[in-house]
T-cell receptor, first 115, second 111 residues
């Protein structure tokens, strides 16, 4: 069964460092997303990406965040200068867009710990 | 008012029980509604979409009341493997692909 894969599964970094989280969405999917979940809290939308550009982003997704699809398979989330409050599980998701919005396939997540 | 509101639980039920979860949402322009399931420290997985007419998938039944902005999930004949957190999810606005998640309702099914 096709799946969304994410790397790394866990990253520990120092405050102020840059972090890149990588995702390989399902190959025939057209819509890509990043969500995050701070421990014990709800899943929060960060950004959606379609046709090589951001289609929506949340208030959380400020200038410290960026996304990129550098080739035909990878979808990355970059945090330029990490803060303690960026510690969370980051989920990549994709959908083919043919069915209702919301039928997303999530990766297993990348846990980011900022010290 | 929270965008998507759920009773956090936990609901602690014996195997075979029927359990119901409720959810309310604040944005009347939302058009898409879902229940996702999340196991501890895992990714959310789609359980079922929720349609206006109500829909059933095996032991799971979902209902939507647009007038009350209320969504429900009924699980019949609970199994141990149903233990998880159930997330009520709506899209942000008409045609938006942004999903808004509730905080989830935790279900514990005991032997």
């Amino acid at each position: 069964e096709p799946e969304v894969t994410q790397t790394p599964s866990h990253q520990v970094t120092q405050m102020g460092q840059e972090v890149i989280l990588r995702c390989v969405p399902i190959s025939n999917h057209l819509y890509f997303y990043w969500y995050r979940q701070i421990l014990g809290q709800k899943v929060e939308f960060l950004v959606s990406f379609y046709n090589n550009e951001i289609s929506e982003k949340s208030e959380i997704f400020d200038d410290q965040f960026s996304v990129e699809r550098p080739d035909g398979s990878n979808f990355t989330l970059k945090i330029r200068s990490t803060k303690l409050e960026d510690s969370a599980m980051y989920f990549c998701a994709s959908s083919d867009g043919r069915v209702a919005p919301g039928e997303l396939f999530f990766g297993e997540g990348s846990r980011l710990t900022v010290l | 008012r929270k965008e998507v509101e759920q009773d956090p639980g936990p609901f602690n039920v014996p195997e075979g029980a029927t359990v119901a979860f409720n959810c309310t949402y604040s944005n009347s322009a939302s058009q898409s509604f879902f229940w996702y399931r999340q196991d501890c420290r895992k990714e959310p997985k789609l359980l079922m979409s929720v349609y206006s007419s109500g829909n059933e998938d095996g032991r799971f039944t979902a209902q939507l009341n647009r007038a009350s902005q209320y969504i429900s999930l009924l699980i019949r004949d609970s199994k141990l493997s149903d233990s998880a957190t159930y997330l009520c999810v709506v899209n942000g606005k008409d045609s938006s692909y942004k999903l808004i998640f509730g905080s989830g309702t935790r279900l514990l099914v005991r032997p």
